[in-house]
């Protein structure tokens, strides 16, 4: 089993950054896709962003492409979200995730471990 704790959440102004981190501790962290879902109030959680183990590939959710990045760092075993541009109705609470498969996938059901999740923000 793979250890994640998410951080760097908070509270901004709309049209803000925001960057979070996932430490992972465990299990060789480099084998895995890593991925970011989120969870609005009464709302599913819902994929955001996905890397695989080499950073090769990526995947986003229509809501964020061009205005979020997802990338990583093996050596530091963690894992980024870089937020740009964030809008209310990125308001949410935003975990990360690991799944085995070696593709940037978005499904939820291929993601196993989950961090505890940082909450986001952004007013208006």
């Known amino acids: 089993q793979v250890q994640l704790v998410e951080s760097g959440g908070g509270l901004v102004q709309a049209g803000g950054s925001l960057r979070l981190s996932c430490a992972a501790s465990?299990?060789?962290?480099?084998?895995?896709?890593m991925g970011w879902f989120r969870q609005a109030p009464g709302k599913e959680r819902d994929f955001v962003a996905s890397?695989?183990?080499?950073?090769?590939?990526?995947n986003y959710a229509d809501s964020v492409k061009g205005r979020f990045t997802i990338s990583r760092d093996n050596a530091k075993n963690t894992v980024y979200l870089q937020m740009n541009s964030l809008k209310p109705e990125d308001t949410a609470i935003y975990y990360c995730?690991?799944?085995?498969?070696?593709?940037?996938?978005?499904?939820?059901?291929?993601?196993?471990?989950w961090g505890q999740g940082t909450q986001v923000t952004v007013s208006s």
């Open positions: 465990g299990r060789t962290f480099s084998s895995y896709t």
């Open positions: 890397i695989t183990w080499t950073g090769g590939s990526t």
């Open positions: 995730a690991t799944s085995p498969l070696p593709i940037a996938t978005t499904a939820r059901a291929h993601f196993g471990s």
